[in-house]
T-cell receptor
Framework: AQKVTQAQTEISVVEKEDVTLDCVYE???????LFWYKQPPSGELVFLIR??????QNEISGRYSWNFQKSTSSFNFTITASQVVDSAVYFC???????????FGKGNQVVVIP | GAVVSQHPSWVICKSGTSVKIECRSLDFQATTMFWYRQFPKQSLMLMATSNEGSKATYEQGVEKDKFLINHASLTLSTLTVTSAHPEDSSFYIC????????????FGQGTRLTVV
């Protein structure tokens, strides 16, 4: 079974501050995918990133960056210079290779204060 | 990315009635779609996996007679909440994944169901 832990439930930051969301996972599978999704107040889930367990290279996309550390089973997400539009719930998820089932963490509610 | 459309976005129904929610993959074919339920301030819980042309696979604790799933075509899956009760009020969201490669799942906009 897979388990994804996002310990911080709600995080408030002032606009332009950086915010890092922690994600720790457990799985017995040797090959798997990790994801981050954004859920704004409207409710839809927006895909942000997919990372293969073989690929530990960190990634930056605009103000977003991800730090994958397989040794500590973590896949942390940082928003740099946060903006009000970043206010949302962010979910970390894991799916074993060849398996359809996505295991979600509980989500991080990010509130960016203007 | 691929587009998944869910309809309706919100629905209010009377207790005892049935409600049908549609999930369509607009620009790709999906032999498998997924239905999730999300309570306020909670994570997404997988309810069932919908398979085109065959019976859905339900997660433990999900009543298959209560939540009827039909996946009649490669682009459409439906979830029918039968004899809805107030405790069925929730946010329901579907997803689909491109079958040609091991990729991310794309989600519909979700349906907020309120049973009064």
């Amino acid at each position: 079974a897979q388990k994804v832990t996002q310990a911080q439930t709600e995080i408030s930051v002032v606009e332009k501050e950086d915010v890092t969301l922690d994600c720790v996972y457990e799985t017995r599978d040797t090959t798997y995918y990790l994801f981050w999704y954004k859920q704004p107040p409207s409710g839809e889930l927006v895909f942000l990133i997919r990372r293969n367990s073989f690929d530990e290279q960190n990634e930056i996309s605009g103000r977003y960056s991800w730090n994958f550390q397989k040794s500590t089973s973590s896949f942390n997400f940082t928003i740099t210079a946060s903006q009000v539009v970043d206010s949302a719930v962010y979910f970390c998820a894991l799916r074993p290779y060849g398996n359809n089932r996505l295991a979600f963490g509980k989500g991080n509610q990010v509130v960016v204060i203007p | 990315g691929a587009v998944v459309s869910q309809h309706p976005s919100w629905v209010i129904c009377k207790s005892g009635t049935s409600v049908k929610i549609e999930c369509r993959s607009l620009d790709f074919q999906a032999t498998t779609m997924f239905w999730y339920r999300q309570f306020p301030k909670q994570s997404l819980m997988l309810m069932a996996t919908s398979n085109e042309g065959s019976k859905a696979t339900y997660e433990q604790g999900v009543e298959k007679d209560k939540f009827l799933i039909n996946h009649a075509s490669l682009t459409l899956s439906t979830l029918t909440v039968t004899s809805a009760h107030p405790e069925d009020s929730s946010f329901y969201i579907c997803s689909a994944r491109l079958e040609t490669k091991n990729t991310e799942a794309f989600f519909g906009q979700g349906t907020r169901l309120t049973v009064v």
